[in-house]
């Protein structure tokens, strides 16, 4: 159980470009689902904490307008990276927890390449 | 100003030799505390949650155990296949449901 799958799992964009990633949980239902990005040999850097059918929180540092979040169903989170430029190359990782729980769980990641 | 401290940095095994990691946190009460294992290229992999200072759990070959300072990883006859890198995390009391992250152990276990 406890199930979160991203999609795609690796994407290639032109600099400019909107990106958009999938999260889902598959098996439960998610009533927050957070967003984080991953630099290589580093910890996981908290981006945003979204809340189905609410604004996503996003932590400081973080452009909101250039990471769109939507939380539309408790199954389903948004990221939408607008106008990519090279320095968002990135791993992003989404993560879900069910409604009175903390324990987050994580998916498998989306490698993103801005050329 | 909460904070999570993971030791060592890395650590190398001989297959079978067991070990412990260490994750010392300072917090203004502790809601709960959280181990994951990450390989290269992936997500986390949820491991153990650990509300109380007393409190053990066990999976396999790991065992994770809760004081009021600090947790540890305790690894049993690890193999190969035990290496990656090992994320202790805590949620503070009065404070919103975001992870608060150590920098991670990673383990290599040769054989």
Known sequence: GAVVSQHPSRVICKSGTSVKIECRSLDFQATTMFWYRQFPKQSLMLMATSNEGSKATYEQGVEKDKFLINHASLTLSTLTVTSAHPEDSSFYICSASAFSTDTQYFGPGTRLTVL | ?111
């Open chain 2, 1 to 111: 100003e909460d904070q999570v401290t993971q030791s060592p940095e890395a650590l190398r095994l001989q297959e079978g030799e067991s070990s412990s990691l260490n994750c010392s946190y300072t917090v203004s009460g502790l809601r709960g505390l959280f181990w994951y294992r990450q390989d290269p290229g992936k997500g986390p992999e949820f491991l153990f949650t650990l509300y109380s200072a007393g409190e053990e759990k066990e999976k396999e070959r790991l065992k994770a155990t809760l004081t009021k300072k600090e947790s540890f990883l305790h690894i049993t006859a690890p193999k190969p296949e035990d290496s990656a890198t090992y994320l202790c995390a805590v949620i503070p009391n009065q404070a919103g449901t975001a992870l608060i992250f150590g920098k991670g152990t990673t383990l290599s276990v040769s054989s």
